[in-house]
């Protein structure tokens, strides 16, 4: 859903913002990464968002290889003002 965000809002011009969802999406996927060696499906919300914990499908040693693939794309696309969801 942040992706789709990002997109929509370098569609209607909101460039910096559209950098700052991505580059924080990034960034949490990236330390999720880094910290378990696998990408899961949502890194968690609410009271422990701040802990950055990896959540839903990939947990307990799972791999999950889906449209989390997209966040390899996601930031050089909004840094390219590139949005390959428009029709």
């Not at 990408?39 to 947990?59: K, R």
């Amino acid at each position: 859903a942040n992706a789709m965000v990002a997109y929509g809002l370098l569609d209607h011009g909101f460039t910096e913002s559209a950098l700052e969802v991505a580059q924080r999406v990034t960034s949490a996927f990236a330390g999720d990464l880094r910290a378990t060696g696998t990408l899961h499906e949502a890194i968690t919300s609410g009271a422990n968002a701040t802990t950055g914990e990896g959540a839903g499908v990939g947990t307990g040693g799972a791999q999950f290889i889906s449209w989390n693939t997209l966040l390899y794309r996601l930031l050089p696309d909004v840094e390219a003002a590139v949005n390959p969801t428009a029709v």
